[in-house]
């Protein structure tokens, strides 16, 4: 059994900054890929960003890029989500998804295990 648990939403004003985390446990092996993704209400779930755990391969979203980071920690199985200057259009529950084979995927459907999923809020 695999689980994935994201941390760290939250409200925030326009041009902040928030840090996401999601902490995989439950199996030894170490997944290949991580990802987030962002779901507004009344709209598809949306590819954010993606890391090759072992490689550092990383690839974003056109709507983020340049202004979102993800990051990896080996040791904590933990991957991380910095977002910097925050608009109110980024306000959506963020998920954290994980799978076995690096595709560099943009869709939901290439990764099998998902987390609960976090709130984030940008005012104006």
């Known amino acids: 059994q695999v689980q994935l648990v994201e941390s760290g939403g939250g409200l925030v004003q326009a041009g902040g900054s928030l840090r996401l985390s999601c902490t995989a446990s439950?199996?030894?092996?170490?997944?290949?890929?991580m990802a987030w993704f962002r779901q507004a209400p009344g709209e598809e779930r949306d590819f954010v960003a993606a890391?090759?755990?072992?490689?550092?391969?990383?690839v974003y979203a056109d709507s983020v890029k340049g202004r979102f980071t993800t990051s990896g920690d080996n040791a904590k199985i933990t991957v991380y989500l910095q977002m910097n200057s925050l608009k109110p259009e980024d306000t959506a529950v963020y998920y954290c998804?994980?799978?076995?084979?690096?595709?560099?995927?943009?869709?939901?459907?290439?990764?099998?295990?998902w987390g609960q999923g976090t709130q984030v809020t940008v005012s104006s």
């Open positions: 439950g199996r030894t092996w170490r997944y290949y890929a």
């Open positions: 998804a994980g799978d076995d084979i690096w595709r560099r995927g943009r869709t939901a459907d290439q990764y099998k295990f």
């Open positions: 890391i090759n755990w072992s490689g550092g391969d990383k």
